[in-house]
């Protein structure tokens, strides 16, 4: 009998013994994993309004007959813009490319005294005005900064003006081709839409203007104006889709 006690609390002992260390080694569940980072994809249509400020500088000539180039000054306009851009971007890894449709109505006019003949101002009036760019940029997630380049259009009325007065002596109006380059800023505070800014340069050249009688200011003369654009404009554009994974780069 006292053999068999021995042997039970001998037993039961080593069972105890051996307990903590089968619990030690059973394996701990491991944890959920992260939920992986929402990515922002810049990829698809988009559709925006945009408005902000425009400066407008044109340089007036006269070319005579014969060839002479009468020099009459330059004069620079500020005034207000407004519109709306379309486009489409698809993006690969970081980087993202686009084409975009921008047109804006413009409030760009200068009226400056003749050089040659005082009594004579000359006017020049911007009214609307249109981009054709193409972009690249490249995107930290929901940041998105990029360059722009293409063509862009003015429409525009020159004047004649008697200095006293204001009475309109000639006028003309063109739709003149340029190019454009630009840079922009983009952030996308939801899943569809984004604001940024956007600065665009725009070199319209000179271009000769026949007026709707004979230039007052020097007969038989053409009007020959030169015109540079600079604007900067708040954007803001809804793009249609959501949140998915951009298409990864390949090697």
């Known amino acids: 009998m006292r053999k068999f ?3 039970a609390i001998g037993f039961a002992a080593i069972a105890l013994a051996a307990a903590p260390a089968s619990a030690a080694d059973m394996a701990v569940k491991a944890p959920p994993p992260a939920p992986l980072p929402v990515i922002y994809n810049w990829s698809g249509f988009y559709l925006g309004i945009n408005g902000g400020w425009g400066s407008s500088r044109n340089c007036w000539d ?15 306009r500020s005034g ?34 003749s050089v040659f003949d005082p009594t004579f101002s ?13 972009q690249i940029g490249y995107a930290w997630n929901a940041a998105l900064f990029y360059v722009k380049g293409g063509a ?5 009325n020159f ?38 800014i956007e600065y665009d340069h725009l070199f319209m050249g000179d271009a000769n203007n026949s007026f709707s009688v004979v230039n007052p200011v020097v007969a038989a003369a053409l ?5 540079d654009v600079d604007m900067v404009t708040l954007r803001i554009n809804y793009r249609f889709g959501g949140y998915s994974p951009p298409v990864a780069a390949r090697y």
């Open 159 to 196: 004047d004649i003006l008697t200095t006293v007065g204001g009475v309109n002596l000639a006028s003309a109006s063109a739709t003149r081709w340029g190019a454009a380059v630009g840079v922009g800023f983009e952030y996308g505070f939801t899943p569809n839409w984004s604001i940024g």
């Open 122 to 134: 000359t006017r020049v009036r911007t009214d609307a005005i249109g981009l054709f760019t193409g």
């Open 152 to 156: 862009a259009v003015t429409n525009n």
């Open 5 to 7: 006690l021995a042997a």
């Open 223 to 227: 009007n020959r104006i030169s015109q």
């Open 62 to 76: 006269f070319v005579t007959a014969a060839g002479a180039v009468i020099a009459d000054g330059c004069a620079d």
């Open 80 to 113: 207000g813009l407004v519109g709306g851009q379309l486009g489409y971007r698809w993006q690969t890894g970081g980087w993202v490319f686009g084409l975009e449709a921008r047109g804006d109505w413009a409030d760009l006019s200068s009226t400056r005294v």
